[in-house]
């Protein structure tokens, strides 16, 4: 059996003040590339992965589209993930 797995992830710190963006490639457990809006372009972990970060990176325009993706995909769904995570914490033993 084989896995091909993409993630995102968005991480709030401080409500949207400081947000950061995610993607990770992974197959079969092990992550080949990864894409961190803190570092700012892809990094490959395998030489697969290396191969597709240099080609992702070199894309201005596909780079600009993942750089937005903090705004686009995380701030704009943070007031509907809000009542499900941040404002639930302390709940559990009231």
Do not use: L
């Not at 709030?12 to 992550?31: A, D, L, P, S």
């Not at 809006?37 to 972990?45: A, L």
């Not at 750089?67 to 009231?94: H, K, L, Q």
């Amino acid at each position: 059996v084989f896995q091909h797995m993409f993630k995102a992830d968005c991480h709030f710190i401080n409500g949207t003040e400081k947000v950061r963006y995610v993607q990770r490639y992974i197959y079969n457990r092990h992550m080949w590339a990864m894409f961190d809006s803190d570092v700012g372009h892809y990094v490959g972990f395998t030489p697969f992965g290396e191969r597709n970060a240099k080609n992702w990176n070199s894309d201005s325009e596909w780079m600009e589209y993942v750089r937005a993706e903090v705004d686009r995909y995380c701030r704009n769904n943070y007031e509907g993930i809000t009542p499900f995570s941040v404002e639930r914490r302390g709940e559990r033993g009231a």
